[in-house]
């Protein structure tokens, strides 16, 4: 499994909202900024001066605030004055040096977009900040914008935010098929014998969700065998998830102290790692 898709299981994120996944601090969108490959961020401090222009996107009034760039220079060499430049010459200047700029968001909200003079509004609440290299913008946070940006595909799974997130994961140890009349017949003082604990590599369930194991990260489907676990929990964070997925290798042989035997997500049966001629064994010692 790709990241992404790993990412697109997980309720979290599969259920989050446009505006969650673009508040999310991994969001990162590629761009084009002219002829350059580029990556669209969150700003990381809102600019305390920009150039206000409104902006019709098909029609839709919004606002976009521009921030000072030497990318812009014209602009920039008046950036001080530019209070008592006409709005005709400002207005003209954008036009020309700012058109990488304008096309971009053109591509990103993925409708027409067309100046509609400056703004004597400035930023608020409601204005997105994002940055793309020394180019730092606001658009207005309207449903249209926060349906275009915010899409899990622009999370970036190599963001620590994501990567150091946690996620529950059981160690199993063994699998075997047994009859609902034996399942049904466990005692307190049972053996059951588990010759590939110790001896063949231990497999791991994250979340419930996934499996993971010597061919990398798969989705978790319950097969009707019963499954032998370790008792105690661990967690694994998504980086190392991510990297067994991309690089598949084996867990080593897993002898627990304590085992739990289960069924479709239900305990049947507890007990310790003990031996029965010569053999790994659970010992059952507690039933639900």
Do not use: Y
């Not at 446009?18 to 350059?36: H, N, Q, S, Y």
């Not at 915010?150 to 946690?166: A, K, N, W, Y």
């Not at 010759?195 to 319950?222: H, Y």
């Not at 032998?228 to 084996?250: I, K």
């Amino acid at each position: 499994m790709k990241p992404l898709e790993i990412l697109s299981k997980l309720t979290r994120w599969a259920n989050a909202s446009p505006k969650t996944l673009l508040d999310a601090p991994a969001w990162a969108m590629p761009c084009r900024m002219g002829d350059e490959v580029a990556t669209l961020r969150k700003a990381e401090i809102q600019p305390g001066d920009t150039l206000n222009l409104a902006v019709l996107l098909d029609g839709e009034r919004h606002l976009l605030c521009v921030a000072d760039s030497p990318r812009f220079a014209d602009l920039h060499a008046l950036w001080a004055s530019r209070a008592e430049v006409p709005e005709q010459v400002l207005l003209a200047l954008v036009e020309k040096e700012c058109g990488d700029l304008l096309q971009l968001v053109e591509n990103a909200v993925r409708r027409q977009l067309k100046i509609d003079g400056l703004s004597s509004d400035g930023p608020d609440g409601q204005t997105f900040f994002a940055q793309v290299e020394d180019v730092v913008f606001g658009l207005t946070r309207s449903p249209i914008v926060e349906e275009a940006l915010g899409q899990l595909r622009f999370i970036d799974c190599e963001h620590p935010s994501v990567r150091e997130e946690t996620l529950p994961c059981e160690t199993e140890v063994a699998s075997f098929a047994l009859s609902a009349a034996d399942a049904a017949s466990l005692a307190v003082g049972d053996a059951l014998l588990l010759p590939e604990v110790g001896s063949v590599p231990s497999r791991l369930v994250v979340d419930g969700r996934f499996v993971v194991d010597g061919n990398g990260v798969a989705p978790f489907k319950e097969d009707g065998r019963l499954r032998v676990v370790d008792t105690e929990m661990r967690t694994l964070t998504m980086g190392e998830l991510f990297d067994r997925a991309q690089s598949p290798s084996a867990s080593e042989p897993a002898k627990p102290a304590q085992l739990r035997l289960v069924a479709s997500g239900r305990t049947l049966a507890q007990g310790s790692l003990g031996q029965l001629a010569s053999m790994p064994a659970l010992i059952v010692e507690a039933l639900p």
